[in-house]
């Protein structure tokens, strides 16, 4: 099977780059001469702003094999890889309004389940996700995730 790469939008990195330095503008020129306003509310905002930096500078990779699936790049130095036969199917999980993501559920056989996906399960109704700003939209990319795997599966 042909090894697919799908590398997050650097367009969306962009854009929520630029919301961040926004809100981290808005709040430095605030006026607030009694200094009411908590600090941390823009050291969070430029934290985000560094995160998003940092994501423009290494991207995340979602990388699929006859294997599995595996991300790489953005703050996790180390690829997370995942069997396909520990995977039951992927699909759009809404995280709240506006906002989505990939969702998927571990098989009953499921060699490197995490132990705490109880609570994933009991938040999003997923017990594991794949987030990220990715060139499509969640459906399609849970989709392409759940072609890929029944050919890799099929092919075994």
Known sequence: ?????IVESRTRLLLFLGGTLVFVVIYAFLPDPKHELPAWGG????FCAAVFVLLLLRPRTLTLDAEGFSISGGLAWKAAKTAWSDVTGFFPVSVRAGASMIGFDY????KNKPRATWVSKRISGADAGISGAWPCSTADLANQLNIYRAQALAGR
Do not use: L, P
């Open 107 to 110: 098989s009953t056989e499921a």
């Open 1 to 5: 099977m042909e090894v697919v790469q």
């Open 43 to 46: 050291w969070f905002f430029g």
